[in-house]
C-alpha cells in the first residue's frame, strides 16, 4: 500500500503542471492546477486546469475539442509541480499547433500545426 502524496499548492493555491505526451514524450503544454481541478481531473479523467487570467476553473478542450485524456499524475520530489501524461486529441496550443513549445528562443517555428484556430476560437 502507499500513501497519497500531499501536494503543496502554497500561498497561491496553484501548482504548475507540466503535459506531457504519454506516448511520445513531447511537452505539450504548462498551465497551472487548483486544488479542485486537481480533484476534477482525478475524478473524470480529462485535464482540468485554473484559468489565472480568466480566474476560473477550465476543463482543457472544452471550447476546442482539444482534450486531454489524463492516463497519469505524477507530482515532483519537493511535491509542488505536477506532471500530466496524456492522450492529446488534436492540438493542445491555442494557437493551433500540437505543442505550446513549437518556437526556438531566436524565434525559428519548429512546431507543427494541427489545426486552424480562428475557426474554433472567437477573439
Given at each position: 500500500m502507499t500513501d497519497e502524496i500531499a501536494v503543496d499548492f502554497g500561498?497561491?493555491?496553484?501548482?504548475?503542471?507540466?503535459a506531457q505526451d504519454a506516448a511520445s514524450g513531447?511537452?505539450?503544454?504548462?498551465a497551472y492546477v487548483s486544488p479542485e481541478a486537481l480533484e476534477r481531473?482525478?475524478?473524470?479523467?480529462?485535464?482540468?486546469?485554473?484559468?489565472?487570467?480568466?480566474d476560473e476553473l477550465w476543463e482543457?478542450?472544452?471550447?476546442?475539442?482539444?482534450?486531454q485524456d489524463v492516463a497519469e499524475v505524477r507530482v515532483d520530489c519537493d511535491a509542488d509541480?505536477?506532471?500530466?501524461?496524456?492522450?492529446?486529441?488534436?492540438?493542445?496550443?491555442?494557437?493551433?499547433?500540437?505543442?505550446?513549445?513549437?518556437r526556438t528562443i531566436d524565434g525559428e517555428n519548429?512546431?507543427?500545426k494541427v489545426f486552424d484556430p480562428d475557426a474554433i476560437y472567437d477573439d
Open positions: 500561498e497561491d493555491g496553484l501548482v504548475p503542471a507540466v513531447e511537452v505539450l503544454m504548462l481531473t482525478r475524478e473524470t479523467g480529462v485535464a482540468h486546469y485554473y484559468s489565472r487570467s480568466r482543457k478542450g472544452a471550447t476546442s475539442g482539444h482534450t509541480t505536477l506532471l500530466y501524461l496524456v492522450d492529446q486529441e488534436g492540438g493542445a496550443c491555442h494557437t493551433g499547433h500540437q505543442s505550446c513549445f513549437y519548429v512546431g507543427k
